[in-house]
């Protein structure tokens, strides 16, 4: 008689397989929406409304976002949870028209956006 192994184990080795498999897949990491584009870091959150509050009122063809990092400081950002080819399209934009040393940032801990343009 062969020994079995249960079904909630086969279950779970399948499923650790897969995010193996997933894990292992060459574009995994480009598919993840976890990109923001910072073109500003504020310790306090009133600095990052006024500054998302005078960007909002030019002509940007990205909605503005306000994003408390993972470090406690207020980020403002082009949008936020985004993919690495969008990312690295909206920096492009940010330097050449926002600010020369914008960046981008990966987290999937950001949580939502703050900012609401009036």
């Known amino acids: 008689m062969k020994d079995s192994i249960p079904a909630q184990s086969c279950a ?4 650790i397989d897969s ?3 997933i894990s292992n897949s060459h574009n ?6 976890k990109y923001f584009v910072v073109v500003g870091s504020h310790e306090k959150m009133d600095d990052a409304i006024k500054q998302a509050n005078e960007l909002s009122r030019k002509n940007i063809p ?5 994003y ?3 470090n406690g400081i207020y980020a403002v950002c082009l949008g936020g ?3 690495n080819e969008e990312a690295h399209h909206r920096r492009n934009y940010a330097k050449d028209n926002i600010k020369p040393d914008a960046y981008i940032r990966v987290s999937i801990l950001w949580g939502n956006n703050l900012y609401e343009h009036k």
């Open 19 to 21: 995010l193996i498999k």
């Open 62 to 66: 990205f909605d503005i976002h306000i």
């Open 12 to 15: 779970k080795h399948r499923k």
């Open 28 to 33: 995994i990491h480009d598919t993840l929406n």
């Open 68 to 70: 408390k990092s993972d």
């Open 81 to 83: 949870y985004l993919s």
